[in-house]
């Protein structure tokens, strides 16, 4: 069975830092990519990083550049988000998902990803 479980949100001060976290199971990161998203209130989802998993490549969304990586640890099957230089707009619920896209050069949209873990809330306080 495929399981994707998010943690490590939490309320955090703006210029502050946090790490997601995303236990995967039920199958292999060699044979599949996985991809950050959130949404916030009122707001679609939107795409914050992915990872080509066939060359290791990975890409983020305009509003977190420079600010969010994405980390894969294919022994622990856990793929991590850390998140530096948080603001209140970061603020949502972020979720990992998984895709059948061995190879992309750039973000992926929803309909590409199979599985979603249930969500954790970020909350960057001003």
């Known amino acids: 069975e495929v399981q994707l479980v998010e943690s490590g949100g939490g309320l955090v001060q703006a210029g502050g830092s946090l790490r997601l976290s995303c236990a995967a199971s039920g199958f292999s990161f060699d044979n599949y990519g996985i991809g950050w998203f959130r949404q916030a209130p009122g707001k679609e989802r939107e795409g914050v990083s992915c990872i080509s998993t066939s060359d290791g490549d990975t890409y983020y969304g305009d509003s977190v550049k420079g600010r969010f990586t994405l980390s894969v640890d294919k022994t622990k099957n856990m793929v991590y988000l850390q998140m530096n230089s948080l603001k209140p707009e970061d603020t949502a619920v972020y979720y990992c998902?998984?895709?059948?896209?061995?190879?992309?050069?750039?973000?992926?949209?929803?309909?590409?990803?199979?599985?979603w873990g249930q969500g954790t809330q970020v909350t960057v306080s001003s």
């Open positions: 998902a998984r895709t059948e896209v061995t190879f992309t050069n750039s973000m992926l949209p929803e309909y590409e990803y199979d599985y």
